[in-house]
């Protein structure tokens, strides 16, 4: 079964009608970029999306502490997201990476002591760039 905006909001804990579905989606798609750029540019970034999604945040308290909320409420869930990944680059920084397999698109929190982990998941592409490595190595002899 297919996760579609709503329900994936839902999931959530963010409650959205069906017309408000769409703004979901495209919302995530707005902090998706903009933390790609936090991720990739890091100091040369332009912070401009990553203010435009903040500014729709509402700092709520209850039993747990802060939460964050975003008018309109479809937009919740991207406006957590910014936050969160601005939080943890200012806290964590230096320990976010990109994987190095070639064709990866993930990044990663090194929490390894020696901080030098170098995939997101040594069962994929830590295990495919050690499989290519010993390939070449056997097509060499």
């Known amino acids: 079964m297919r996760l579609t905006p709503a329900r994936f909001a839902e999931?959530?804990?963010?409650t959205v009608g069906a017309s408000e579905a769409s703004v979901v989606g495209s919302s995530l798609s707005e902090a998706?970029?903009?933390?790609?750029?936090?991720?990739?540019?890091?100091?040369?970034?332009?912070?401009?999306?990553?203010?435009?999604l903040l500014q729709a945040a509402r700092v709520g308290v209850d039993d747990?502490?802060?939460?964050?909320?975003?008018?309109p409420a479809c937009?919740?869930?991207?406006?957590?997201?910014?936050?969160?990944a601005v939080e943890l680059l200012?806290?964590?920084?230096?320990?976010?990476r990109s994987c190095a397999h070639p064709t990866?698109?993930?990044?990663?929190?090194d929490t390894t002591r020696s901080g030098t982990r170098?995939?997101?998941s040594m069962a994929t592409c830590g295990n495919r760039s050690k499989a290519r490595?010993?390939?070449d190595a056997r097509k060499g002899h």
């Open 64 to 71: 747990h502490g802060l939460t964050l909320h975003a008018d």
């Open 118 to 120: 170098r995939w997101c």
């Open 133 to 135: 490595r010993f390939s």
């Open 32 to 52: 998706r970029e903009a933390i790609r750029t936090l991720l990739t540019d890091r100091a040369d970034a332009d912070l401009a999306p990553v203010r435009a």
């Open 75 to 84: 937009r919740t869930l991207a406006v957590r997201a910014v936050h969160d």
């Open 11 to 14: 999931e959530h804990g963010v």
């Open 104 to 109: 990866c698109v993930l990044w990663f929190l």
């Open 90 to 96: 200012h806290r964590k920084g230096p320990r976010i």
